[in-house]
T-cell receptor, first 115, second 117 residues
Framework: SQTIHQWPATLVQPVGSPLSLECTVE??????LYWYRQAAGRGLQLLFY??????ISSEVPQNLSASRPQDRQFILSSKKLLLSDSGFYLC??????????????FGDGTRLSIL | AQTVTQSQPEMSVQEAETVTLSCTYD???????LFWYKQPPSRQMILVIR??????QNATENRFSVNFQKAAKSFSLKISDSQLGDAAMYFC??????????????FGKGTRLSVIA
């Protein structure tokens, strides 16, 4: 069966520090991968998605970036964190061959606090 | 671009009663998919139910069912016999079928459901 791993679960970082959040998927190949951010008490904002290795689509201009160095690995990064980067970050995957009816499966999330 | 609107930020229901969460969306496409996700306090996102727009029959999953009104672009979620474990944030989501459906879900802002014992 497919599983998605996201780490760390919790992270506290000072303003201006770098960031690296990692997400890996097991049990499937060539998945679509997504990064979302959820601010406190609010909905999900799509940050990046990828349909293949090295293919990244950015939805919101900001100081974050994403990379997909391997088929089932998706990394969210920042060179310098801002206070506004605080939030709950969710990674998700979906089956690329599902013709749209396949749901997105989410990781357990990373709670990021910027001090 | 498509948008999803959940007009009820918060709802409450008595245990064992029925509650309906509303969702409307805006699209010019004729075929698409709709989803409801649940996010309990653990913050894990859990798929509740999905609906294909070309199907007239409303989807059901045990105590969860939808009322899909395509012309009105409405996709409400009905929870019957509410249980304490149903307390969560509920998100409505839309998926376009552009690019053979390889598009991200567009989410509403969510409705926080409280269940009163």
């Amino acid at each position: 069966s497919q599983t998605i791993h996201q780490w760390p679960a919790t992270l506290v970082q000072p303003v201006g520090s770098p960031l690296s959040l990692e997400c890996t998927v097991e049990g499937t190949s060539n998945p679509n991968l997504y990064w979302y951010r959820q601010a406190a008490g609010r909905g999900l904002q799509l940050l990046f998605y990828s349909v293949g290795i090295g293919q990244i689509s950015s939805e919101v201009p900001q100081n974050l970036s994403a990379s997909r160095p391997q088929d089932r690995q998706f990394i969210l990064s920042s060179k310098k964190l801002l206070l506004s980067d605080s939030g709950f970050y969710l990674c998700a995957w979906s089956n690329i061959r599902g013709k749209g009816n396949q749901p997105q499966h989410f990781g357990d999330g990373t709670r990021l606090s910027i001090l | 671009a498509q948008t999803v609107t959940q007009s009820q930020p918060e709802m409450s229901v008595q245990e064992a009663e029925t509650v309906t969460l509303s969702c409307t969306y805006d699209t010019s496409e004729s075929d698409y998919y709709l989803f409801w996700y649940k996010q309990p306090p653990s913050r894990q996102m859990i798929l509740v139910i999905r609906q294909e727009a070309y199907k007239q029959q409303n989807a059901t999953e045990n105590r969860f069912s939808v009322n899909f009104q395509k012309a009105a672009k409405s996709f409400s979620l009905k929870i019957s016999d509410s249980q304490l474990g149903d307390a969560a944030m509920y998100f409505c989501a839309y998926r376009s079928l552009r690019n053979s459906g390889n598009t991200p879900l567009v989410f509403g802002k969510g409705t926080r459901l409280s269940v009163i014992a």
